[in-house]
């Protein structure tokens, strides 16, 4: 039930949040500013190391689907970005994203498989939207094959510090935080 209501509070929270605007003038359709356009916001940062993180915590599959079901969504978001782009829902799914991953984190919830999915993978849709919303008209693959091999790598470091931190935090007192 705490759990529950941490996600709710997030939910919220998100839904008074302000637009993230997703930084636009990352220039050209180039590999070089795919790759380097998620190290240059802190909304990208933060959202994309939390997945990491929060797949680590529930640990098994879910450190595999989870960063993948974020990435496949963010480029279906990507894609659906380019094509319709003007959408105001997504900019405040980019504020609910680092919310709702942050209050995952926060709370060690033990989210099931399937809604954890879910949960990223909308995470996922929404930075995919803005960035394809934002891209140039016409522009080709570079941009989103860097964007998702920076996206990868910035996962892989978030479940690094994640299992660092299952080393470094004894499981008693993790479990007597639930």
């Known amino acids: 039930m705490k759990h529950a209501r941490t996600l709710v509070l997030a939910a919220l ?28 916001g802190l909304d990208h940062l933060l959202a994309m190391l939390a997945v990491g993180v929060v797949a680590a915590q529930r640990g098994g599959r879910a450190m595999w689907l989870w960063p993948a079901s974020f ?11 380019a094509a319709l782009p003007g959408s105001p829902l997504f900019e405040p799914g980019v504020v609910a994203s680092i919310i709702v991953l942050g209050a995952l984190i926060a709370g060690q919830a033990r989210v099931s498989l399937a809604l954890g999915a879910a949960l990223i993978g909308a995470c996922g849709l929404c ?20 964007f998702v091999l920076t996206t990868a790598t910035l996962h892989a470091a978030g479940l690094t510090l994640g299992l660092a931190a299952r080393r470094l935090v004894p499981a008693r007192v993790r479990s007597s935080r639930r």
Not at 29 to 36: E, F, N, S
Not at 127 to 146: K, N, Q, R
């Open 71 to 81: 990435v496949a969504a963010m480029l279906a978001g990507y894609g659906l970005g």
């Open 13 to 40: 929270a998100a839904l008074l949040a302000g637009p993230a605007l997703a930084h636009p003038g990352h220039g050209a359709d180039t590999l070089t500013a795919g790759l380097t356009h998620p190290l240059t």
């Open 127 to 146: 930075h995919g939207y803005v960035h394809g919303a934002e891209s140039p008209t016409g522009a080709g693959l570079g941009f989103p094959i860097g």
